[in-house]
């Protein structure tokens, strides 16, 4: 996986092979440093993307944290129906030593266990447009598994930009609609 380019794609249709090709960075949460948040049954995977110059929020404390665990509670999830990872920034793949956490040298495929129904890339680096609301524009599959996966803007940028509530709102429905069975 190294050397893979770090910048998110520009289709939709590449999300899936693009994130396979990301190295997981470790997340801060409680004082010290994990390769992965919660549990492998979880029935969605959480994928954290940022940009090099955005702080490590694989916990998403604070304001953020509070915002996406209302996104989950909308949608009759809890952060305990999530499995979190986060994908490294170049600064921290050029940084990274060989001796990496086995979770994090498998990457976002080696998340994804029997009970995964979908994956949800809560994104920082991505140019989100608020008059796009269709869930299609946001939706790919993730390669080999077929697992769905949407993207919606981290919830940094829904503080920040509350007009890119709506699109995320539809893409949670999406997902909510997919654990449940009933999407189309």
Request: glycine share 8%; proline share 6%; aromatic share 4%.
């Amino acid at each position: 996986m190294a050397g893979a380019d770090t910048s998110p794609p520009a289709a939709i249709e590449n999300l899936g092979h693009w994130l396979l090709q990301q190295e997981l960075a470790p997340i801060e949460f409680r004082g010290g440093l994990h390769p992965v948040l919660g549990v492998a049954d979880a029935p969605v995977l959480v994928v954290l993307a940022q940009d090099a110059s955005s702080p490590a929020a694989g916990s998403m404390s604070g304001d953020d944290g509070r915002l996406f665990e209302l996104m989950l509670r909308s949608i009759a999830l809890s952060n305990r129906d999530t499995r979190r990872c986060q994908l490294a920034s170049q600064s921290a793949v050029a940084a990274s030593s060989g001796g990496a956490d086995a979770h994090l040298q498998a990457g976002v495929g080696g998340l994804c266990s029997a009970a995964t129904r979908g994956v949800l890339v809560l994104m920082n680096p991505w140019s989100f447009d608020r008059s796009d609301t269709a869930v299609e524009q946001h939706q790919s599959r993730l390669p080999e598994s077929g697992l769905p996966l949407w993207r919606i803007a981290h919830p940094a940028i829904l503080l920040d930009q509350p007009q890119l509530k709506r699109q995320a709102w539809q893409v949670l429905k999406r997902l909510r609609a997919t654990l449940d069975g009933t999407a189309l």
